[in-house]
């Protein structure tokens, strides 16, 4: 996997907003399926409007997906015995790439520290994946990543409509577009089992939060950067591309 440190870290933009200390802080009990006991809660006041317990939550999330999503993508490269699933891997890829960019820079700005590990139950995904091969690699790959998709589409849905800061809402398009951009290539694949998926998506397991949270970087640790191989060339996109968003 090639995933390399920026040694600068984040970066802050001094000045420009005003943070409470709270919107610095990691929360230690974040889940990624599971929004925070009061998501409304302004934790901070930006230049790009206030921003909640939702709001900061959500970054984390993009975040979070990209550390394990990215490295997926890279499996199916290698690993995709069909020319749809390396085609997925592409795009999961180049999306996650594009994303996470997007999403440090958010982070940045909004003062918000962003996870450099994604959550245990994340890591699983990718350890079934490393050691699946054939055929059993296209099935996992295209059901876990098409659940996992679903899953954080209503997500991203319900941050979008509710909102008032302007770089969260600009976040959001960008991630809906991605997520929708993946979800169609995992079904292009003929591999989803949508009987199965049915049941997955309305009877999630009950994990601890432990299992759905990220760990927090340890201090002055470097943000990893999402780098596609040398030679990749990034895919067609399946949706359209996304409107200027404004305000």
Known sequence: MRISRNAAGTLFVAGALTLTLTALVYPSMLG????????ARV??????????EADRDFVVKVRAAGLWE????ELALKKGTTPAVRTAGQHLVNGHANLDA???KVAAQLGITIPNQASPQQQGFVATLTADTGKKFDEDLANILRLTHGQIFPVIANI?????????RQLADQA???????ITVMEQTGLVDFDSLLFKETTPPQLPKSDLTPPAPAPGEPTLVLSPP??????PSTTPSPAPTTG
């Open 102 to 104: 997007a999403d440090r």
């Open 32 to 39: 990624v399926q599971t929004v925070s006991s009061a998501p």
């Open 176 to 182: 809906n577009d991605t997520v929708l951009d993946h």
């Open 43 to 52: 934790v901070a006041n930006t230049s790009a409007g206030p921003l909640t």
């Open 160 to 168: 979008r409509a509710t909102t008032r800061n302007s770089l969260v």
């Open 230 to 235: 040398p030679g990749f060339t990034p895919p």
């Open 70 to 73: 990215f490295p997926a993508g």
